[in-house]
């Protein structure tokens, strides 16, 4: 991408004001503002507000994430938290969907702040369910009421996430907030850990619950001292708008949920990646109950848990790294990434089919222990199914931001993989609970993660490009009235009055 200064104050612009040359050869005026400096400056960054972020998801659900990864939610039997699972994955899948268009009505920090309140619900019924074992309907419900929580946590975050960076800094924002959000499975699988250290049996005690519960009690109040996004000034000078045009927007219910149908129909591209969407929860059923539930006492579990989270971290900065180097075109990194999973996806689960060939689900009842010879290969496998679980999510949504550079349409954008990853989901735990075979549900895991990159290559051939056009994102948009528009005739770049203006510049 070429770009020269335009900065002539005969024509009325700034100096920050940069003509760039696109793809397609036309040229485009991008306004560049002075970003705040000093106090209000640092809390303005878009780091800074991204680290936030990141200790929302650590609090809710990072910690959630610990807990379902110490198997069956730290349980004796399994079969309850998979149900729970089931219903918060069925009622996620069902409300993210429209969760962006709640989102852009009511905001982002209101919509994070009433995501996080189901979390603590969530977690309070487990504890519940340690002192009277005869609730595990109360553990249901409240995964339902998760779910719907969820739905508007996710879908926020993932909109603000992708909007608040430069397109050169998708894969590091998402790698960052991903570490943050990992860190919190790694200090909940650290408390469990800690608290069952010399615990042989195979469930926790109630100190986990509780240590759980007050955490995500203050990740609720996390969202209220984050910035408007209105009010956010990227890296480069460019402002986070919360519509394509730089004006807040205000349309009915009626537009917002018409607009949900515009992003999918628009923009088929997208069906594209639902089959990796799907995939991208659908495995941690195996690799949580039957793996790591299935083969470990508890405490081995907490100490698996903690690694596994730590290694997503990793996972998610060095991909994302890869993926905003500029050393290579945008193009080639989205196939270098695509490879780097694919290579995973193969690797891991060759590995893991040795291990799953050994074992059946009426037969495992002797748990290993971390003292036990064979321990440490075991531990590497674990510890490349979360390398591969991050650089997925991570590579997944460095895909949407590749899509659209739009907070209104990557709030759709992110509900639509938060709805169809949770439908994975939701089918993962609920052939568990049914207690199919422990193979059937590996070859099935297997199947779907590579079927999921085999149909995403070819949006990243026909629509990854070194920047996103706004004409590339959709065949149509939609105004604040409900006006279908051809993409290229709706949103020009600059101010209509100034065409004669961008005309002398375009001589220069």
């Known amino acids: 991408m070429a770009s020269k200064q335009a900065g002539h104050g005969g024509f009325?612009?700034?100096?920050?004001?940069?003509?760039?040359?696109r793809d397609n050869g036309e040229y485009v005026l991008t306004v560049r503002v002075e970003r705040p400096r000093g106090i209000v400056g640092m809390y303005r960054h878009p780091y800074a507000q991204v680290v936030m972020l990141g200790f929302v998801c650590f609090m809710g659900p990072g910690l959630f994430n610990a807990l379902n990864g110490l198997g069956g939610g730290g349980q004796l039997d399994s079969q309850t938290s998979a149900n729970a699972n089931t219903a918060v994955y069925s009622a996620f899948a069902f409300f993210a969907f429209f969760a962006g268009t709640i989102n852009n009505k009511l905001g982002s920090r209101l919509t994070l702040t009433l995501g996080s309140l189901g979390y603590s619900l969530y977690i309070s019924s487990y504890l519940v369910f340690n002192m009277f074992p005869s609730?595990?309907?109360f553990v249901i419900v409240s995964g339902c009421v998760l779910g719907l929580c969820a739905g508007l946590l996710w879908t926020a975050q993932g909109s603000l996430m992708l909007s608040?960076?430069?397109?050169d800094q998708k894969g590091t924002f998402i790698g960052l907030f991903w570490a943050i959000f990992n860190l919190g499975g790694v200090v909940g699988a650290g408390i469990a850990a800690a608290i069952n250290h010399k615990n042989q049996t195979n469930s926790v005690g109630d100190g986990t619950y509780i240590g759980f519960l007050v955490l995500t009690a203050i990740g609720t109040f996390i969202p209220l001292f984050m910035t408007d996004p209105h009010k956010m000034v990227r890296s480069d000078g460019s402002r986070v708008q919360t519509h394509s045009r730089a004006v807040v927007r205000h349309p009915s219910w009626k537009i917002e949920f018409y607009s949900l149908w515009v992003a999918l129909v628009t923009d088929p591209m997208i069906l594209l990646l639902f089959p990796m969407f799907f995939a991208s929860n659908y495995f941690y059923t195996w690799q949580f109950n039957d793996y790591n539930g299935a083969l470990f006492n508890i405490r081995t579990r907490s100490i698996n848990d903690v690694v596994y989270w730590f290694s997503q971290i990793i996972g998610s900065i060095s991909i994302g790294i890869l993926l905003d180097t500029r050393k290579l075109s945008r193009r080639t990194r989205a196939f270098v990434g695509w490879g780097i999973l694919l290579s995973l996806v193969l690797v891991v689960h060759a590995w893991a089919y040795v291990y799953q060939r050994g074992y059946v689900r009426t037969e495992t009842e002797d748990k290993m222990d971390f003292t036990d010879p064979g321990y440490a290969a075991h531990l590497w496998l674990y510890i490349f199914c979360a390398l591969m679980d991050a650089m997925w999510q991570t590579t997944a949504y460095w895909m949407?931001?590749?899509?659209?550079?739009?907070p209104a349409k990557l709030a759709h954008f992110t509900g639509f993989y938060k709805s169809i990853q949770s439908a994975g989901g939701a089918i993962g735990w609920r052939i568990d609970a049914m207690k199919v075979p422990y193979m059937n549900i590996f070859l099935s895991t297997w199947a779907l993660l590579v079927g999921g990159l085999v149909f995403a290559l070819p949006m990243l051939y026909l629509r990854v490009k070194n920047t996103t056009d706004y004409e590339d994102e959709a065949l149509v948009r939609m105004d604040d009235s409900g006006n279908l528009r051809p993409a290229s005739q709706y949103e020009p770049s600059y101010p209509m009055s100034d065409q004669s203006k961008l005309d002398k510049l375009r001589e220069l």
């Open 12 to 21: 009325g612009y700034s100096e920050d004001d940069e003509e760039t040359l």
């Open 135 to 137: 609730a595990g309907a």
């Open 164 to 167: 608040y960076c430069t397109e």
């Open 400 to 406: 949407m931001g590749a899509m659209s550079n739009d």
